[in-house]
């Protein structure tokens, strides 16, 4: 059956605009879905700021009044003297106590037996030269020579005061003996000794 040409047209035309129709709904289409694509990837995240660095302290102090323990002279065989003091941690951090001696010289020492204990007693936190009440143990027994050379540093000190935060306190009390039989070879001697405590983290 034959078309009539107007027909042709119009279906052609018609036919036309559908497939470019088609055309544009697919273009939009596309684009709706990328856009959809796009915004899909959703993100979160959480934060913890202001943080902050501050170092600890190590700090020793005591009882002495910045002055000697002993100045003793002039000594005879079987002389003895013994004297207390209260070492305080004052640190923020956790740490060991170790006692020592340094710069010890003089023929002396070879005759003064030393002691030293370490212990508590309330009593003597102030005075230095007050023992009243103390109770402890013996850390050191020897002679002041050898302690020179045996316990000189924190490596070699010893003690076991072990404070984990600041204002505690430890007591020690130190005895010294002329030995009773040095006679003769004691006449015309001196020693000298700096006692130190050390505190490390």
């Not at 941690?89 to 037996?113: D, E, I, K, N, P």
Request: glycine letters at 14%.
């Amino acid at each position: 059956m034959a078309t009539p040409a107007g027909l042709t047209r119009r279906s052609r035309a018609q036919n036309a605009r559908i497939v470019l129709a088609g055309l544009v709904v697919g273009v939009l289409g596309s684009g709706t879905f990328v856009w959809q694509g796009t915004n899909a990837a959703f993100t979160a995240s959480t934060a913890n700021g202001a943080n902050s660095w501050s170092s600890g302290t190590v700090a020793l102090s005591d009882d002495d009044a910045s002055t000697a323990l002993f100045t003793a002279g002039p000594v005879v065989p079987g002389e003895t003297a013994s004297r207390c003091i209260a070492v305080t941690y004052g640190g923020s951090v956790a740490a060991t106590v170790r006692f020592y001696a340094t710069s010890v010289s003089g023929s002396l020492g070879q005759y003064l037996g030393v002691v030293v204990e370490q212990g508590v007693g309330a009593g003597n936190v102030g005075s230095a030269a007050d023992c009243t009440g103390f109770a402890g143990t013996t850390i050191w027994s020897g002679s002041l020579t050898s302690l020179g050379t045996t316990a000189h540093d924190f490596a070699t000190g010893v003690g076991s005061f072990a404070p984990t935060g600041p204002a505690q306190v430890q007591v020690y009390r130190i005895t010294w003996t002329v030995d009773p039989a040095s006679g003769d070879a004691l006449q015309g001697t001196a020693a000298t000794a700096t006692f130190v405590w050390e505190a490390q983290s």
